[in-house]
């Protein structure tokens, strides 16, 4: 089996993502290019030199994916290319994902601790052990092996995680204004 993963914005990797940004399905006029929808447009845009379509480059990078099972593509009677992303993409999509994921920082602290806590059985200890290891990387203090805490919003972070991982129906977040301590976790953050 060929070594599953593309670096990182190359040309594959922007056919790959633009796949996963849309419905999955990309349908290509090899003839002109530059007719479509503005995914398809963004997604071709590096195959575009002087105003002309690069089509052997273009098949090129699909053949790579599809030998990595990351995307299957055809060509149509008609000289149009369909694209189909495959399950295996979508994951190696999430998983760049979850790599580029960060938490905005407010200008300004609401004075909430987002408190997240989780009891992952050991049945599942290899994405217990990502999880943390997200969190620790996302910069979420520990206060303990299974609570972490932070005084940013990630609400929307910790279930794109929590579903990525499969450990959602063991994850809370909890919220809190005041607590013993807090004065230490106020300096590690920066926040007043």
């Given at each position: 089996m060929a070594k599953l993963i593309i670096r990182r914005n190359s040309r594959p990797y922007q056919i790959l993502?633009?796949?996963a940004w849309g419905s999955g399905v990309l349908l290509v006029s090899?003839?002109?290019p530059l007719g479509g929808a503005q995914?398809?447009?963004a997604g071709i845009k590096s195959y575009l030199r002087k105003k002309r379509f690069e089509r052997d480059k273009f098949l090129r990078d699909l053949k790579k994916l599809q030998e990595r099972d990351l995307a299957d593509?055809?060509?149509l009677d008609d000289g149009s290319v369909e694209v189909t992303i495959t399950k295996r993409g979508r994951t190696q999509m999430l998983k760049y994902r979850l790599d580029d994921m960060c938490l905005k920082r407010p200008p300004h602290w609401d004075g909430k601790w987002r408190l997240i806590v989780f009891d992952v059985p050991h049945s599942h200890k290899q994405a217990r052990d990502a999880l943390r290891r997200k969190l620790l990387d996302l910069r979420f203090y520990p206060l303990?092996?299974?609570v972490f805490i932070t005084p940013y919003p990630c609400e929307k972070e910790i279930d794109f995680i929590a579903s990525v991982f499969?450990?959602?129906r063991y994850l809370l977040i909890l919220y809190a204004t005041h607590f013993e301590g807090e004065e230490k976790l106020k300096h590690y953050f920066g926040v007043r």
């Open positions: 993502k633009h796949l090899i003839i002109s995914l398809v447009r593509y055809r060509e303990q092996k299974s499969g450990v959602g």
